[in-house]
């Protein structure tokens, strides 16, 4: 039985639906704005210094050995991270979907495996978790903490974002600032010319 649009129970149906439609839309508009992210202009990021070279890597896996050297011209995230870290595999999609995404626009991703307790430092444990969560990346394994004191790091995670010519414009510890992070990727991007 279908109710006339003029019936009672026709209007609070309408009503009902608006109401629902404009909560979902209430609810969607932060999502949209999340999807877009918080604009950033990279003259604006401030200048932490020549990025160091990546120092006393034991192993890499998922590529030949990189510099910075080489790389110098893409934007680079450096990524310190170990697989025991609960905070670091947390962090992991973000930065895959950043490396498959932003990859092909000049984006070079690095992830610096140093770990915190000895049994990280097998590189089979290592290759296991990076499988488990996605990475297929390029991964330092930096099991004496060459690159982690040349960066004077003390956190996992960890991210540096580092400019085309080779400069430290972008640090963040721990979770969260996904949004923040991503868009000074696509600043850093944008600034290559």
Request: charged fraction near 20%.
């Given at each position: 039985m279908?109710?006339?649009?003029?019936?009672?129970?026709?209007f609070q149906?309408?009503?009902?639906?608006?109401?629902a439609a404009s909560?979902a839309?209430?609810v969607?508009a932060?999502a949209l704005?999340?999807?877009?992210?918080?604009?950033?202009?990279a003259?604006?990021?401030?200048?932490f210094?020549?990025?160091?070279?990546?120092?006393?890597?034991?192993?890499?896996?998922?590529?030949?050995?990189?510099?910075?050297?080489?790389?110098?011209?893409?934007?680079?995230?450096?990524?310190?991270?170990t697989y025991a870290c609960?905070?670091?595999?947390?962090?992991l999609p973000?930065?895959?979907?950043?490396?498959?995404l932003?990859?092909p626009?000049g984006?070079?991703?690095?992830?610096?495996?140093t770990?915190e307790?000895?049994?990280?430092r097998?590189?089979?444990n290592?290759?296991?978790?990076?499988r488990?969560?996605?990475?297929?990346?390029?991964?330092?394994?930096?099991?004496?903490?060459?690159?982690?004191?040349?960066?004077?790091?003390?956190?996992?995670?960890?991210?540096?974002?580092?400019?085309?010519?080779?400069?430290?414009r972008?640090?963040?510890?721990?979770?969260?600032e996904?949004?923040?992070?991503?868009?000074?990727?696509?600043?850093?991007?944008?600034?290559?010319?």
């Amino acid at each position: 039985m279908t109710s006339h649009p003029s019936s009672p129970f026709s209007f609070q149906r309408r009503t009902f639906l608006s109401s629902a439609a404009s909560v979902a839309a209430a609810v969607a508009a932060p999502a949209l704005v999340h999807a877009v992210g918080p604009a950033v202009q990279a003259a604006t990021l401030p200048d932490f210094g020549a990025a160091p070279e990546f120092t006393g890597i034991e192993r890499w896996l998922n590529s030949e050995p990189l510099t910075l050297a080489q790389l110098r011209g893409r934007v680079v995230l450096v990524d310190f991270w170990t697989y025991a870290c609960i905070n670091c595999i947390r962090t992991l999609p973000h930065v895959n979907r950043w490396a498959e995404l932003y990859t092909p626009q000049g984006l070079t991703v690095v992830g610096v495996h140093t770990p915190e307790f000895p049994f990280e430092r097998t590189t089979r444990n290592v290759e296991v978790a990076m499988r488990r969560h996605g990475v297929k990346h390029p991964v330092a394994q930096d099991n004496r903490y060459g690159t982690w004191k040349a960066y004077s790091n003390q956190y996992w995670p960890a991210a540096y974002l580092i400019d085309a010519q080779g400069r430290i414009r972008y640090k963040h510890f721990g979770e969260g600032e996904y949004d923040r992070t991503e868009a000074v990727i696509r600043a850093l991007l944008a600034a290559r010319g």
